[in-house]
Each structure stands twice: as C-alpha cells, then as structure tokens.
C-alpha cells in the first residue's frame, strides 16, 4: 500500500477521499479563526505523501542557457530573505457538490471548506530565479514546478504559473517552509511547497523538487488535462482540453458558514457567518446577505486582515446579526461578495456548470428552520 506511510490527521476534518488523502474542516471550524489552524487546513492530494529527508532534501533549479543551475539544500534557502505573507489557498473544486446536485460532474464531493488561510514565508520565488540567471526578458515563459510524490509509473504532481508573475516581486510569489510559524505539516509539503498568492491551489505545488523555465505551460496532466472551465454545453465526449486555458487566478467566492443547511434556528436574531475571498489580489468590498432568497439584501460586517490594493491574498471573515422577520417557520439565507474590479458572483449555478465542477463560486444558500 503506497498510502500506508500517509501521516496521521485531525479526526475533526470531513473526508473525502482516504487514498489519496483528501478533507476539508467542518464550516463551523472553517471560520473560528481568520488564520486556519494547520491541523484542520484543507488537504487536497493526488498521491501519497512523500517521506522527504530534510538533511538530503535539495531542490533544483535549471538556470538559463550560459546560466548556472542551483542545487539548494534547506540551509542555502534559509539564506535567501525570509518573506512572511498572509495568503488564501482555495482549490478549483470548492463547492463542487452544489454543481453535482444541478447536474453531474466527474471529481471529489467538496463542500464549501475546499480553503483555508496561512500565514506562509520562505524565499521569495524571484529571488531564487535570479539567483540561478534567470530574466524576464524570455517571452512567453512559464515556470515548471514538479512535486516529488509520484504515481506507480513514476510520473510526478506538476504544475505551472507564467514567468511575469513569478519574476514579478510585488506578486510576492513563495517557496515557502513555514506554514502559521512551524516547518511545514507534511500534509501541506514538507520541507518546501510554492505559495502562488491569488492563484488556485493546483499551482501551489508542495514537496518542490524541480523549478525550470521553459517556453510552454508544464506538459503535467493536471495543467492541461484538467483544472480548466468549459461552457454548460461541453461534455465528456466534446470537450477539447487545448481549447480552454488553464485557470490560474480565481474568480470572487463567498459561502456561509453559520447557520448550518437544515438547522433550526432560535426566532429573535440570527447570526450569519461566513467567508469571502477573491483570485489575483482583488480585496473583497462588500459582502450582501439575504434572509428571504435573494429579494432583499443586507450589508454584512468584515472582519479580518485589512487588505491592500492588487495585494488582497487573504480573505476576509464577514458577519450579520439580524432580527428573524416574525412569523417566518424558515429562512432561506443567501451570501454573496464583490471585489473591488466590482466582479459578482453569479446567482445561480446552471450558467456555471462545466463538467469538472470546477470554478463552483453561485451565491451560496443555506435553508434553516425558526423554532416556534
Ligand atoms: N502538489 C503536489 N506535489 N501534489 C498534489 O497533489 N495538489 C494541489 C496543490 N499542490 C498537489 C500539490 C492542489 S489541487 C491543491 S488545491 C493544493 O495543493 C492543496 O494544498 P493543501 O493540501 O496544502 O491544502
Ligand atoms: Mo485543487
């Protein structure tokens, strides 16, 4: 059994998925703290765990033509700045399941705790590839990263960003060993793992073994045969992988975490709670919540980080406290964020729906009960 090495979890995290090891926190846990703790940060594997020597752990680093290739151990990294940021990963499938509820699609049943926020620091990518010679000047690049667990035949997890954002210092783009201020869970890519701050997390490739620059995308099943959106109309039988691009910074999201779907609720007041985040460093501006479907709206409180401008990696923790509209026996509570390029979240998901239920960001809707 390649899983019999796997590390020991948090048992309060839903499974969904024991080989490969995928779970995500429960909702109520998810929002407790702004900065997620790491035994119940999201775990989302495609193979199992590497058990990686942190003593003969080195990552490698192609340099360019007439450059010089870096062979780093952990000490060599440590001696690059270290740079601590605060930083949302959120995986493509979040809320799949509502997708599937609409109409099937092929992946893991995640609900809506497919993300988690750390706080991560490292070396800073850009200054490791200028290290090893490497410019911006290369058009068109892409930088590979290539994991070190690996499938029965060998063929290890890769993924890619371009170039311009990884040479970019403001994108503040990670090779990161510490996760909330201790070395890496093993989960989340110990020794070393990329931080892609607004990216999805297919990006954030852990167990780093390999950084190369190269003219096109990474030639890794998970950049080009999956990880991308299609329209309602693609099926399994049309769709035509080539055609789409890889998803790389993610659209605005937001769901409820509190009330649960189903509950029943005190009359009075009800106390909504949830979290908002938007891809490619777009802060969250507001977020609306509705009581009764979508006809009325409110303006929720945000908690959290302050957020800078085109650097907004976190999200932001909202609340409402509202009176119960008398008389009401239920509640159909809905949530939706805007960020600050005044993107929305669509309302429903039939226009969203795409084979792989990737991209799932519909406003999110939680049915309770009042107590009479
Ligand atoms: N890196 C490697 N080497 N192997 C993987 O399976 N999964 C990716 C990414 N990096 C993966 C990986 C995906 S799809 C996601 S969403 C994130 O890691 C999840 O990171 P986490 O498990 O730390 O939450
Ligand atoms: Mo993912």
Known sequence: ?????????????????QR????????????????????????????????LDPDTYRLHVVGPPGGQSLCLSLDDLYQFPKHEITVTLQCAGNRRSEMTRF??????EWSAGAISTARWAG?????????????LSETEAHVCFEGLDSDPTGTAYGASIPLARAMDPEAEVLLAYEMNGQP????????V????????????VKWLGKVSVEPEESYSHWQRRDYKGFSPCVDWDTVDFDSAPSIQELPVQSAITQPKDGETIESGEVTVKGYAWSGGGRAVVRVDVS??????????????????????WAWRLWQLQAPVPAGKKELNIVCKAVDDSYNVQPDTVAPIWNLRGVLSNAWHRVHVHVAP
């Not at 109520?28 to 765990?49: G, M, Q, S």
């Not at 070396?123 to 410019?135: E, I, K, P, S, T």
């Not at 793992?193 to 954030?204: C, F, L, S, T, Y």
């Open 193 to 204: 793992r990329v931080v892609v701050p607004g990216v999805v997390g297919a990006r954030h």
């Open 123 to 135: 070396a800073r990518l850009c200054d490791v590839l200028a290290q090893a010679g490497h410019q």
């Open 291 to 312: 009581l009764d479907g979508g006809l009325t709206w409110q303006v929720a409180e945000l908690d959290g980080e302050e957020q800078h401008a085109r650097k907004a």
């Open 20 to 51: 490969p090891f995928n779970a995500e926190p429960p909702p109520e846990l998810l929002t407790e703290n702004y900065i997620t703790p790491n035994p119940i940060f999201f775990t989302r594997n495609h193979l199992p765990v590497p058990n």
């Open 1 to 17: 059994d390649p899983y019999a090495d796997d590390p020991i979890r948090h048992p309060a995290l839903k499974v969904n998925s």
């Open 184 to 191: 890496l869970p093993r989960d989340h890519g110990f020794p």
């Open 103 to 108: 109409k099937e699609v092929r992946g893991l």
